[in-house]
């Protein structure tokens, strides 16, 4: 669980963030909207504790900094396009807390084949399509047993969301805590959208046509 109380940022002549609050579940994709990418990167770094609101906070019920991570923020935490798939797994392995680093190009590799991923290794990052780019830094993220709040900054830049969408609900249905930032949301998508800005009223899925009421009228009492 993530929440979010008012979040707002103040750059140098207006508000980057405007003031923001929803909250994020555990095992599911909450999708968070606004059309700039300053706006959606200022956010990811204050979701996962990278940078102070101007006011407001964000509740976790563990530090945030440790249990989170920001998935390929332009400029910030995307990787090179010159390091390789093995690169970007032994890198993540040299900085996991507990990891050993003996023998790490062996075990990147490993590692990848196990998770699926074989195929990248000497792949740079530049030739991998943007599903598998977004499977790889997420997998490698999630290598930290810490980390069960992922941050997704715009990963629609390397790939339309019918292509990574499906593979992130399986990620948040480990139990992970997912928000993804986006400038729009998908049509179809019938998830929880949230857009920078609001006040803390989430669009939230619309229920099945033949759900039964949770409280119904007194004639449908009186039908029964």
Known sequence: ??????LRFR???????????????AGEVTLVIHESPETRTALGLILTDRMRPTSGSVDSPRPLRRRSALIDAP???EPGDELTGRGIVTEAMALTPGMRTLF???RAESWMADHGLGELAREPLERIDGAHRLRLLTETALMD???????????????????WLPYVAEVAARGVTVVVLLPSAPHDWRGTVVYVGDDG????PEPAADTEPQNPTHEEEDRA
């Open 104 to 106: 790490l190009n062996r």
């Open 75 to 77: 400029d910030i935490t």
């Open 1 to 6: 669980m993530l929440t979010a109380h008012d």
């Open 145 to 163: 047993e810490a980390v069960d709040l992922l941050v997704l900054d715009s990963p629609d830049r390397h790939a339309p969301a019918e292509e």
């Open 11 to 25: 750059g140098h002549h207006a508000d980057i963030i405007t003031p923001t609050s929803f909250s994020a579940a």
């Open 201 to 204: 009223c989430a669009d939230q």
